[in-house]
């Protein structure tokens, strides 16, 4: 089991910057990814980053250039630094870390408890 805290969320004004921290712990081995999901009222949720193992990144179009994820491998930490926030950024994030089994070959997904992030305008 691999266990999620995240913490970052709150309150900003329209352009402002937040940055979202997710602390892994448990059987925090064989991790491929880590990223960021974001959920508004009413939408699906969607990825907003990714970071793979290798340190390869995604990011969803309507935050590139502005958003940056990154991890701090010591800490067994992922963060999310988001700048120029917009109203549409509003939204419930959760953390994300997909790891890999051998018996069976599968990936697992876990999930934090999610942080709300809201953005006045």
């Known amino acids: 089991q691999v266990h999620l805290v995240e913490s970052g969320g709150g309150l900003v004004q329209d352009g402002g910057s937040l940055r979202l921290s997710c602390v892994a712990s448990?059987?925090?081995?064989?991790?491929?990814?880590m990223g960021w999901y974001r959920q508004a009222p009413g939408k699906q949720r969607e990825l907003v980053a990714a970071?793979?193992?290798?340190?390869?990144?995604t990011y969803t179009d309507a935050v590139k250039g502005r958003f940056t994820i990154s991890t701090d491998n010591a800490r067994n930490t992922v963060y999310l630094q988001m700048n120029s926030l917009k109203p549409e950024d509003a939204a419930v994030y959760s953390c994300?870390?997909?790891?890999?089994?051998?018996?069976?070959?599968?990936?697992?997904?876990?999930w934090g408890q999610g942080t709300q992030v809201t953005v006045s305008s």
């Open positions: 448990g059987s925090i081995f064989n991790i491929n990814a």
């Open positions: 994300n870390v997909k790891r890999h089994t051998l018996f069976p070959d599968a990936t697992l997904d876990y």
């Open positions: 970071i793979t193992r290798e340190g390869t990144t």
